[in-house]
């Protein structure tokens, strides 16, 4: 355990409960050229993406800021709310996508996509629902490479 983490009251040899720290990143300011020599030519940034110059505190304040607001609506069981909003920043519903699951890719119109599953239908089948934590990754069809 990280002495950040640890109680100097208990002493070293003391019991402890599990801690986790977790994380993640946002690319803000690399280049296409950055991500090419990584060898991660899918990878992308927001400056990429941006009409201007972007601030890196001003992007992780924001972020931190929004993400506050969506963990104040799970708190209060707002899953509505939270499910609309991922439904829209996707925009895929209706589209054909490709899920990229652990076990196997699986292609079909998205018919549904909330935390209870996402509904995929294909012509003269029945639909596939699939649970969402075992989506690694959902993209539209015609973007596949």
């Given at each position: 355990?990280?002495p950040?983490?640890?109680?100097?009251?208990?002493?070293?040899?003391?019991?402890?409960?599990?801690?986790?720290?977790?994380?993640?990143?946002?690319?803000?300011?690399?280049?296409?050229?950055?991500?090419?020599?990584?060898?991660?030519?899918?990878?992308?940034?927001?400056?990429r993406?941006?009409?201007?110059?972007?601030?890196?505190?001003?992007?992780?304040?924001?972020?931190i800021?929004?993400?506050?607001?969506?963990?104040?609506?799970?708190?209060?069981g707002?899953?509505?709310?939270?499910?609309?909003?991922?439904?829209?920043?996707?925009?895929l519903?209706?589209?054909?996508?490709i899920?990229?699951?652990?076990?196997?890719?699986y292609?079909?119109?998205l018919?549904?996509?909330?935390?209870?599953?996402v509904?995929?239908?294909?012509?003269?089948?029945?639909?596939?629902?699939?649970?969402?934590?075992?989506?690694?990754?959902?993209?539209?069809?015609?973007?596949?490479?």
């Amino acid at each position: 355990v990280s002495p950040l983490l640890s109680d100097p009251q208990q002493g070293a040899d003391a019991p402890r409960s599990p801690c986790f720290i977790v994380g993640f990143g946002l690319n803000v300011q690399q280049s296409a050229a950055t991500f090419a020599t990584a060898g991660l030519p899918e990878a992308t940034s927001l400056a990429r993406f941006a009409v201007g110059p972007l601030d890196t505190h001003a992007v992780a304040a924001a972020l931190i800021r929004q993400m506050d607001r969506d963990y104040d609506l799970l708190c209060q069981g707002d899953l509505g709310t939270l499910e609309a909003s991922w439904r829209q920043h996707l925009a895929l519903l209706g589209k054909h996508v490709i899920a990229e699951c652990h076990d196997a890719m699986y292609h079909g119109r998205l018919m549904e996509l909330s935390f209870r599953g996402v509904e995929l239908a294909r012509s003269g089948e029945p639909s596939r629902i699939l649970v969402p934590e075992r989506i690694r990754h959902l993209w539209e069809a015609a973007k596949e490479k």
